[in-house]
């Protein structure tokens, strides 16, 4: 089977927004409610609290995310939801009114589109919420509803709001508040698929499915896949899968999956024993143990072999999301950390995704606290900002690093160096993670130019002939081209 994956991904750099936290709107616009009481913008997040992001507000920041070189953006869910994170869906064809319902995401949408900004929405199809009509009606009418069957009932009376009684149905890692669909209902079923179609004839760029890996039911996904894609067969579908995710990328289901397996690894390089381990424990990754550059370079080699290249160049990896605290934060503050993932980040095979705030030194412990409001720009880290913009505008540029063959030339102690390569387009990059100024003497045999360019970072190298030496000062990278 020949593998087809969207184009468009391959050339994206994502832009992950979480909108209750993203942007304000600052103009005036017809509201449903004109005196909320948002939580302070800048105060800690709270797990129910909203701070009143809106789509409009985002719209307004266009031109910031257009001059970071973004050309993609991901939301964490926009259903009408009673939580500020919306992963608790009430309805799945409406936009919530807080963010400005289904007129300001039409809006939103095609001035992203205008801009060759792709969007794509978080579609959580495995659980609901209390409030979704039909789960409500179970709930008033009890086994006389007829939509008994559209969830996983094991007794009476339902208890969706005291721990004192059993809650006598399914809910997502056995919270109430979510309950979950029965997918062998043919019914339902073919209710999520609607969904699916339905934004898709809206608009929208493509689906990343919260926690796909709990529906069971079979070709579920498969169907998903073709019915999306006969709509739009460059629609992007990504799936929230942790770990090794070959089941999932085999080509008949999705393109790829949040890269997490590729976040821990490049975090244990590049942070090392910095990483907080209290940050990163109660999550399905490993930023740790730390790794020098030889197990660095096994692993991705093992990781760049488990699927298709086709499915390489259409993964989402990242270092950070709304799931998992943020990478200034795992490192204990350490700037270098961040910037040397970074450099990582935008040289790997895959579309990176930037989880928002990330790119102007946003901290944030595990949630809430990795979900704070944007922050105003006299509170930017104006270095780590500039090394987001730099890698950002070079991955444009350099085809090499979208598409290239990824090689690794050298991997010993904590400096680690590698090329992207597509035809005559060749690109050396190196990261020496280590505390110590550190040499690598390269045979260029294995090159196919003499890289003459510093592109980015501080490295002094030179050619003698065949051979190829490059100096990288303590915690430093850079890329030759």
């Given at each position: 089977?020949?593998?087809?994956?969207?184009?468009?991904?391959?050339?994206?750099?994502?832009?992950?927004?979480?909108?209750?936290?993203?942007?304000?709107?600052?103009?005036?616009h017809k509201r449903l409610l004109h005196d909320a009481r948002w939580e302070d913008w800048d105060a800690m997040p709270t797990l129910q609290g909203y701070k009143g992001g809106d789509l409009?507000?985002?719209?307004?920041?266009?031109?910031?995310?257009?001059?970071?070189?973004?050309?993609a953006i991901y939301f964490t869910p926009i259903f009408q939801s009673a939580s500020n994170h919306r992963y608790h869906t009430h309805d799945y064809y409406?936009?919530?009114?807080?963010?400005g319902g289904n007129e300001a995401f039409k809006e939103f949408l095609d001035a992203a589109h205008e801009r060759n900004i792709k969007v794509v929405l978080d579609g959580v199809f495995n659980h609901a919420s209390r409030g979704l009509f039909f789960f409500h009606d179970v709930l008033e009418n009890g086994p006389r509803s007829?939509?008994?069957?559209?969830?996983?009932?094991?007794g009476w009376p339902l208890a969706p709001y005291t721990g004192d009684l059993p809650a006598n149905y399914e809910g997502w890692a056995g919270n109430r508040a979510l309950p979950v669909f029965n997918h062998d209902n043919p019914e339902v079923r073919e209710y999520i698929m609607e969904i699916g179609e339905y934004w898709m004839k809206f608009g929208i760029d493509g689906w990343r499915l919260d926690v796909p890996f709990e529906v069971k039911t079979p070709g579920f996904w498969q169907e998903f896949r073709d019915r999306v894609k006969a709509i739009n067969p460059e629609a992007y579908i990504v799936g929230e899968v942790w770990g090794d995710s070959r089941e999932w990328l085999d080509g008949t289901q999705f393109d790829g999956v949040m890269n997490y397996l590729f976040t821990g690894l490049t975090i244990a390089f590049t942070a090392g024993d910095r990483v907080v381990l209290e940050q990163v424990q109660s999550r399905d990754y490993q930023p740790y143990p730390p790794l020098f550059a030889t197990e660095y370079a096994v692993k991705i080699q093992?990781?760049?072999?488990?699927?298709?290249?086709?499915?390489?160049?259409?993964?989402?990896?990242?270092?950070?999301?709304?799931?998992?605290?943020?990478?200034?934060t795992i490192a204990n503050g350490d700037q270098p950390s961040v910037e040397l993932a970074t450099l990582l980040l935008l040289t790997f095979p895959g579309a990176p995704s930037i989880y928002y705030g990330d790119?102007?030194?946003?901290p944030g412990a595990i949630d809430p606290d990795s979900r704070?409001?944007?922050?105003?720009?006299?509170?930017?880290?104006?270095?780590?900002?500039?090394?987001?913009?730099?890698?950002?505008?070079?991955?444009?540029?350099?085809?090499?690093?979208?598409?290239?063959?990824?090689?690794?030339?050298?991997?010993?102690?904590?400096?680690?160096?590698?090329?992207r390569t597509?035809?005559?387009?060749?690109?050396?990059i190196a990261v020496n993670a280590g505390t110590a100024t550190t040499t690598a003497n390269l045979d260029a045999a294995n090159l196919q130019t003499q890289s003459h360019q510093l592109l980015y970072g501080a490295a002094e190298f030179k050619w003698h002939g065949e051979k190829l030496t490059l100096t990288l000062p303590p915690r430093a990278g850079c890329i030759l081209g």
């Open positions: 089977m020949q593998i087809q994956t969207p184009d468009w991904v391959k050339h994206s750099v994502f832009y992950q927004i979480f909108p209750d936290r993203f942007a304000r709107s600052k103009q005036p409009w507000g985002i719209i307004e920041q266009l031109d910031y995310i257009q001059d970071l070189g973004i050309n409406q936009v919530d009114p807080l963010l007829p939509w008994v069957d559209w969830f996983k009932i094991t093992e990781l760049l072999a488990l699927y298709p290249w086709e499915i390489q160049l259409t993964q989402l990896n990242l270092l950070a999301s709304h799931d998992t605290a943020r990478l200034i790119e102007v030194g946003l704070r409001g944007f922050p105003t720009e006299a509170n930017w880290n104006q270095h780590i900002l500039n090394t987001h913009r730099q890698l950002i505008a070079l991955r444009h540029k350099y085809p090499a690093l979208r598409a290239g063959d990824y090689k690794i030339l050298f991997a010993q102690g904590e400096l680690y160096i590698f090329t597509l035809e005559t387009d060749e690109l050396i």
